[in-house]
């Protein structure tokens, strides 16, 4: 629900209805039709199980941009990890580098995406760059 407010996101988890949360979007000047009323109510009062994607997300997986890029968090693990200082690509997991010592890292500490050559940090998001984690 792109370009809502905290507020108003957490009245709409409170409508008991998508006829509910259609009035709501109303009083607030949002215009949208019957059946996207019903897939919003939807998306904010899912249950049950995950989808496959939705539980690696949770699990220390990621997601992909629109771009294919894989959103990550920093301690995500991966078998392409290469420092970010030197190049040097370390054996999968590991996450190591044998340049450096640990601790002794330009920035932040070894074993990190955040040290990895192929990480960005953009808008908030740390994106994998490199071409294996692309979708």
Not at 6 to 12: A, D, H, Q, R, V
Not at 27 to 40: D, L, M, P, S, V
Not at 86 to 103: A, F, V
């Amino acid at each position: 629900m792109e370009n809502f407010t905290e507020e108003l996101i957490t009245k709409g988890k409170a409508a008991n209805s998508p006829e509910e949360l259609l009035a709501l979007a109303k009083e607030n000047g949002i215009e949208f039709k019957e059946e996207q009323a019903e897939a919003y109510f939807d998306e904010l009062h899912k249950t049950g199980e995950l989808s496959d994607d939705e539980l690696g997300n949770v699990a220390g997986g990621g997601c992909h941009k629109g771009d294919g890029r894989l959103v990550v968090t920093t301690n995500y693990k991966c078998g392409n990890w290469a420092c970010r200082y030197c190049g040097q690509e370390t054996t999968p997991l590991s996450h190591r580098c044998p340049n450096h010592e640990y601790g002794l890292m330009p920035s932040n500490s070894p074993g990190k995406c955040s040290t990895c050559k192929h990480m960005s940090y953009e808008n908030g998001l740390w994106l994998c760059n490199h071409p294996a984690n692309k979708k």
